[in-house]
């Protein structure tokens, strides 16, 4: 199943086109097979190991950025390889890693497998796998190094100690080991100066965004340190792109305000200035997130989200759990008291989500297949005299794709028969307040006289269908029946 929470999944799977095309292959990223796996992964220290499938957008999208990473860490001479697996063609691999959507990365260190959750760059790659390879915490013993490195780096984690056997320093090292930023420890003492170090344990960002020194002044503690550092890598307004995405969407906060504006506006610089007020209020809570609506690559969010580019600049307030909560503000005005108090009303549940709706069309019922959205769902779904077998679907899913033709095939053997409907419904653009989508496609039987909803799980033939409706639908005709009356 393609997995689509509104996390890094959906981002780079549904929001972001799928425009980039395969790189060229190189031959210093190693073909896995079932064959070889075991061997290629006993045989070298670390493998990076990348599940894909061939009709799948983003894997396209990495490739080239796989390949030039393979390419850079060969000419270092790493003991890094980089590797690939077709996960459709390896089936068995897949089910024994757990593989749930495409592309999956994981490091295989010394054998044992770690999730990959970096960047999805050539330099993200690399940056991600050296500090899994490398010591948790860098001492850097130059001025020279450490400008080199903070010039290298958009956000570093930079630790000050007179005593590494301290409590405090174990639990700087701690949060360093379990963390994928970069920490180092300068010990220049025109760093240290630089840096007013005073003596202890002190922790400080270095940054490229917002204010480039912060330092921590809470307690230290492995929890409370963590957060500081992943709250803080986070900017009070962040600019979507695929980089950001996997900082905002992979963060412990659900919470985010998105907001639609073209970069071009005349109030593009005065409503950014409100937009940092509000992601100051609320650091910690929730990501204020901007979208530049002129991006060609962004109409994908824009469809999720059902906004129109006339009804720009405009925001939406969201919450992530298994699906995606919406808040739509009645009155759009780009305050910080308004946009402050509507993101307060949304956190504390004062506001009913927003659920998104295509219309009616005209023929929704034309086709054997009858065409559901969220106007028309309960009206059929929940008529009490049919059993209604619905397919919730992602236009761009592959696995959707595959499914057509045999959903098709049912609807042929069902369209005259008196107790059942199989219907179907684009799920990225309509919403259920009561039934959530978490991956594509899903199928979900409403059997007749019942409020009962039941999932399909079985397999995908028409005959597994059919045997599905009989055993659950309740009801009194079987298909056959159908073509029997017919005949």
Known sequence: ??????????????????????????????????????????????????????????????????????????????????????????????????????????????????????????????????????????????AEEYEE???????????????????EWKVFHIVASNSDEVYIRPTAQSILDKLNYKGGV?????????????????????????????????????????ESAVVVFSSDIKRHIIVFMRK??????????????????????????????????????????????????????IELDDSVVKFKPEVVEFTFESMKAFTNDAIDKKIKPYLQSDDVPDNWDAEPVKVLVGKNFDSVARDPSKAVFVEFYAPWCGHCKQLKSLWDQLGETYKDHPEVIIAKMDATTNELENIKIGSFPTIKLFPKNSDDVIDYNGDRTVDAFKKFIQEKGRITMPAEEIVKEEL
């Open 149 to 167: 490195i903070v010039e290298k780096n958009k956000f570093l984690v930079v630790g000050i100690t007179d005593n590494t056997e301290s409590e």
């Open 202 to 242: 002190v922790v400080v960002i270095v940054r490229k965004f917002d204010d480039p020194v912060v330092v921590y002044e809470g307690k230290m503690t492995v929890d409370e340190l963590t957060k500081f550092i992943k709250t803080e890598k986070v900017p009070l307004v962040t600019e979507f792109n695929e």
């Open 264 to 317: 071009s506006d005349d109030v593009y610089q005065p409503y950014m200035d409100v937009l940092r007020q509000v992601g100051a209020e609320f650091r910690g809570r929730a990501h204020v997130v901007h979208i530049d609506v002129d991006d060609e690559n962004h109409e994908r969010i824009l469809s999720f989200f059902g906004i129109k580019k006339e009804e720009c600049p405009t925001y939406r307030v």
């Open 1 to 142: 199943l393609e997995v689509v929470m509104f996390g890094l999944v959906l981002v780079l799977g549904v929001l972001v086109s799928l425009h980039t095309a395969y790189g060229d292959d190189v031959s210093k990223v190693i073909v896995l097979t079932e064959s070889n796996f075991d061997e290629t992964i006993s045989s070298h220290k670390y493998v990076l190991v990348k599940f894909y499938a061939p009709w799948c957008g983003h894997c396209q999208r990495l490739e080239p950025e796989y390949n030039k990473a393979s390419m850079l860490l060969d000419e270092e001479n790493s003991e890094i390889k980089l590797a690939k697996v077709d996960a459709t063609k390896e089936t068995s691999l897949a089910s024994k890693y757990e593989v749930r959507g495409y592309p999956t990365l994981k490091l295989f260190r010394e054998g044992t497998p770690i999730e990959f959750d970096g960047e999805r760059s050539a330099e993200g790659i690399i940056s991600w796998l050296k500090r899994k390879t490398g010591p948790a915490v860098l001492t850097v013993q130059s």
